[in-house]
């Protein structure tokens, strides 16, 4: 075998070794950061008062019907259609719990559209209780949606983005302009939340008229 051929097959070898300690290391760190955000913020701990928040705050993230109009999403009369958009696409809690601001934390995944129905994205949002301890909805703010992906891609990095958004850390490298479609689908250089609205808004959009 020519010394040429036999340097190719070493380099080749090097290169795949180097690859899977990569590949290695990002597993645990997934791993450390899942079980991290599970004894942190894990919903175990809290069922009850978790599972009446997400329903409390269900018409925020809900893909409404067009015959309901967001001003009437909080109606009672509503409320059967939300109920069954939550079945329907799954929703679950993930985490939940404060944060360094003292605000609370929640991040749910909810079923989205692919062929296989198995695709799920995570939303991140945070909200005041008042002094008397109930959700203050005005309060109310979504920081991010993922991508939609297989729960087993979505959890680990759902569990790190969690982790540095209580902390308090810029999520900025995780947008789509830094990390393409493995992190967050939105905020990007488009699309931003309007607090005060409670949803997001293009910039290619028109202002309301109303």
Same mark, same amino acid.
């Given at each position: ?29 997934? !791993?450390? /950061? ?5 004894? &942190? +913020?894990?919903?175990? $701990?809290?069922? #009850? ?84 301890? !109930?959700? /203050? ?5 979504? &920081? +991010?949606?993922?991508? $939609?992906?297989? #729960? ?59």
């Amino acid at each position: 075998m020519k010394f040429s051929s036999i340097c190719a097959i070493l380099m080749i070898l090097i290169l795949a070794g180097c690859s899977n300690k990569t590949s290695e290391q990002s597993a645990l760190v997934s !791993n450390r /950061d899942s079980l991290l955000a599970d004894s &942190l +913020f894990g919903i175990a $701990k809290d069922q #009850k008062i978790i599972a009446a928040s997400i329903d409390t705050l269900m018409p925020f993230f809900t893909k409404l019907h067009d015959s309901i109009p967001d001003s009437k999403r909080f109606d009672t009369a509503y409320r059967y259609a939300i109920e069954m958009h939550k079945k329907e696409r799954e929703v679950q809690p993930l985490y939940y719990g404060k944060g360094s601001d003292g605000q609370y934390y929640f991040m749910i995944t909810r079923l989205e559209p692919s062929i296989k129905r198995d695709k799920y994205l995570a939303i991140c949002a945070r909200f005041k209780r008042n002094a008397m301890g !109930n959700i /203050d909805t005005s309060t109310y703010e979504e &920081l +991010f949606w993922t991508w $939609k992906m297989r #729960k087993v891609q979505l959890y680990p990095k759902a569990a790190r983005l969690f982790l540095d958004a209580t902390a308090g850390a810029d999520l900025k490298k995780y947008y789509p302009q830094f990390s393409k479609d493995e992190y967050i689908m939105f905020p990007d250089e488009r699309v931003s939340y309007n607090q005060k609205a409670k949803q997001w808004n293009s910039v290619l959009e028109l202002p309301s008229k109303h």
